[in-house]
């Protein structure tokens, strides 16, 4: 059966691709934010996951806001990026798995996660730049991913709860999948940001910090805002944190933190990366 071996959550800044592409990780304003995911390669390079299941929300590129799925899952074969105007190379496609997919489907559709399946889907820099900070180099391709998109952009939005249960969801989707893979789950987004109106610039560093002490003990207490507390808390884009959510459904009740990296800000954006484990089972 495919296992979860754990969970990357980042941020997805475009200003961060364009760093990478630039060659600028050294620099001063960007070394603190790229040394944060020097344990990350490291957990990975033990862990050899197979495949990503990338939880993001699609920006524009893919769903346009006059059609937009609340929930929605590739099932191609491979994911294209394309140009989003943000000034950043358009990347290599990434391998999808549609036996994969097709399975993760029909578990959710079986699940009453009635979502919209995607024969085609061009992934944006929410996909894109968490790829290729966890494996670098232009051309890496080590896994085969399933990307499930969470509309965080046309309100209304989907509760943090509801977003917590898709992730439980996709659990038992992976975990019934008859095949000896070894699954990473990627929560893309985040943290506390807001890019437009009177409260552009927004960060809420307390809350963030809150956060991702909870996301990782309680995420219970997280599931209990509102969508209006998490935008009123988090900014109009912090409401990416649903993927975060959605990501940490997917681990058990409780997980071991790897790791975490807190570096405000990057671009307009307080930047975070974390690193989860299920916690082992006693047998007794
Ligand atoms: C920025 C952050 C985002 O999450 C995004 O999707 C685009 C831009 C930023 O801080 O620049
Ligand atoms: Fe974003």
Redesign the pocket.
Known sequence: MARIVGAVAT?????IGKAIAQGLQDQPYWRPFFEGYLPVHDWLREEQPDIAVVIY?D?GLNFSLDKIPTFAVGAAAEYRNSDEG?GLPVSLPFPGYPEMSWHIIESLVRDEFDITMCQELLV???VVVPLTLLWQGPAARPVRIVPVAINTVQFPLPSPARCFKLGTAIRRAVESFDENLRVVVVGS??LS?Q?EGKRAGFINRKFDLSCMDRIAGDPAELCRMSVTDLVRMAGV?GV?LLNWLAMRGCLTDRVIEKHRNYHV?????AAAVMVFENEPVAVV
Do not use: C, K, R
């Open positions: 941020s997805h800044i475009p200003a929300n920006h943000w944006d820099h929410a987004g985040g940001h890019l884009q990416e800000p990057i671009s307009n954006t």
